[in-house]
């Protein structure tokens, strides 16, 4: 028989659910207290003198919210989790764990462009960090760039414009000669396509608004670790900037998580029907999708990744700014939008606003399409692509 502990699927329907304690519900209800009460004072005023699994207050923890944390840490092969109100306060989170001022980090250059800013914008200003940005494609990018204060290497792997990845074994062993930390958003791949701590990673982030939760209802944020001393600090900074998830949100990230399998899985074969009928059309000059056997880095992929979802990117061989915007504009089931995971399918042009020379530098063209496949079913997706082609005259 499987091990709840251990098998995805049983982590994500039944780990946490406890029914002896919530009388025999199905699902664990929502605690949507902001504090718990002791039985005596002393327990109060000391931690060691309190019941197992207790609980303070709202900022520090929840019951709901520590159900999704262990859901998340046992799908990512971690020790510990913790949950966020957003995806950068999680992400922002692992950085101050891990760097102080002055400290060096290393970043894949198309990493969530959120998260650059904030490194760019606030913590070498203001911290007087640095940072060398690398395409990451090859080890020596990496290795050329360590300095003697780099504390952290920022891994996405694959990146959500170009989508190429990162060697993460290779990543990793170099990093712990160095003593160095390594971070990765694994919103892309999820749990149940990529096992980033089993490859040597120190930190797992998730924007819980993508595959985790799914319908498109909640921002959130996850970090796993097994890495005892930055569960510690990261929890301090969660406790003192307030950073938790609410109750509410926690819950439907459960919710979500229980579908989680199925649901990737479905994105998967969607996405992967309309980026093989996207490389076979003649209108269209690339497809940037980590499921097609055509990716430059196909081996790799294979070896660290057991599937790809929903989101992808392609670019035209021949059509205009205009016909590029009206075929953006005439696409019926693809709805415009900035986020990605969730059960609806969507489209934007990333580089539309910028120049050529700035696209070249992200590896694409101006041009560049991405879209995420919801689940409408891959025959509608392809038919609401073709007709945005012809009414763009592409």
């Known amino acids: ?7 995805d699927q049983l982590i994500a329907t039944h780990l946490g659910d406890e029914y002896e304690k919530y009388l025999g519900s199905i699902i664990p209800p929502i605690f949507m207290n902001s504090l718990h009460v002791f039985d005596n004072i002393e327990e ?4 060691t003198k309190r019941k197992p699994d207790s609980y303070f207050y709202g900022r520090v923890s929840n019951p709901t919210t520590h159900i999704v944390e262990r859901k998340v840490a046992a799908m990512e092969h971690a020790e510990y989790g913790l949950a966020f109100a957003s995806g950068m306060a999680a992400a922002t989170t692992a950085l101050m764990s891990v760097c102080k001022a002055g400290s060096h980090i290393i970043c894949v250059k198309n990493a969530y462009g959120v998260l650059t800013g904030y490194i760019d914008n606030y913590c070498v200003p203001e911290l ?3 940072v060398t940005y690398v395409n990451g494609e090859n080890l020596e990018e990496f290795e050329k760039a360590i300095q003697p204060n780099t504390d952290l290497i920022i891994l996405e792997s694959p990146v959500s414009l170009v989508f ?3 060697d993460i074994r290779g990543v990793t062993a170099l990093a712990k000669k160095h003593n160095i930390k390594t971070y990765i958003d694994n919103s892309y791949c999820t749990p149940i396509f990529q096992k980033p701590l089993d490859m040597g990673v120190d930190i797992v982030m998730h924007t819980a608004s993508k595959y985790l939760g799914g319908h498109s209802d909640i921002i959130g944020g996850m970090l796993a670790t097994s890495d005892e001393a930055i569960f510690k600090k990261a ?3 969660r406790e003192m900037l307030g950073g938790i998830i609410g109750p509410m949100e926690a819950w439907l990230v459960m919710r979500g998580i229980r579908t989680l399998d199925v649901r ?10 309309v980026a093989t009928w996207l490389e076979q059309n003649e209108k269209v000059g690339k497809v940037y999708y980590p499921g097609l056997a055509s990716h430059p880095q196909h081996e790799l992929i294979a070896s660290q990744q057991s599937g790809s979802t929903g989101l992808m990117s392609f670019e035209f061989k021949d059509a205009s700014r205009e016909q590029v915007c009206k075929f953006v504009n005439e696409l019926k089931i693809f709805k415009i939008g900035v986020s990605w995971g969730g059960f609806e399918s969507l489209v934007c042009t990333p580089m539309y606003p910028s120049t050529p020379e700035h ?6 063209g101006w041009g560049i399409v991405r879209i995420h496949c919801g689940l409408e079913g891959a025959a509608n997706l392809i038919a609401d692509l073709k007709q945005a082609m012809e009414a763009a005259g592409i």
């Open 235 to 237: 929890s301090m900074l």
């Open 264 to 273: 990737v899985r479905r994105h998967a074969k969607i996405a992967l029907e």
């Open 128 to 130: 007087g960090m640095s």
């Open 44 to 47: 109060y005023n000391d931690k």
């Open 1 to 7: 028989m499987a091990d709840y502990k251990k098998d």
């Open 164 to 166: 190429t990845v990162q």
């Open 359 to 364: 696209a070249a530098e992200a590896g694409c």
